[in-house]
């Protein structure tokens, strides 16, 4: 029954993004029944995201009906990174037409004169653009597709 729990709780969609999870996005830290509380631990993409109260909403849901009690904590260290979205959920994004965040810098970042290329999730063409920096949210970015001509929204790498 726990086990049941918490695989319901990671199966919670993101509420800016609904098609990629809170397991797949990578805010999901740990979640366990520990008597009757279920105690779920998340990382937020960035400080002040407004997505955090609703996530805390759906987990206080999902304990409300196997009646327990939630407990959510929010662990800031070490900070989330797109490096922890899985790989079914950037397949999940590619597969709604957001393009998936490429790879993060590791470390500091020198001044270059190179394109960012992001690929097309419509037509998988490099040959795109940034159209804003930010889009519906500020974890993504609105880009076109120089071949296809589709606009389509990007998730930033942070």
């Excluded at 800016?16 to 509380?37: C, Y």
Aim: hydrophobic share 40%.
């Amino acid at each position: 029954m726990a086990s049941e729990i918490v695989a319901e709780v990671a199966q919670i969609p993101d509420p800016e993004v609904p098609v990629i999870t809170i397991a797949d996005l990578g805010i999901l830290r740990s979640a366990e029944v520990v008597g009757d509380e279920l105690q779920v631990v998340i990382t937020p993409t960035y400080s002040g995201c407004p997505a955090m109260e609703a996530i805390r909403d759906r987990i206080a849901h999902v304990a409300r009906t196997h009646h327990l009690t939630a407990v959510v904590t929010h662990q800031l260290t070490p900070e989330w990174t797109t490096d922890w979205m899985t790989e079914e959920g950037r397949e999940a994004l590619r597969h709604f037409g957001i393009a998936p965040p490429g790879q993060r810098p590791q470390q500091s970042v020198g001044l270059s004169l190179t394109i960012r290329q992001v690929e097309c999730p419509q037509c998988g063409s490099a040959a795109t653009e940034e159209l804003s920096r930010f889009s519906g949210t500020s974890c993504k970015a609105l880009r076109r597709c120089l071949a296809c001509r589709e606009p389509f929204e990007e998730f930033k790498a942070i």
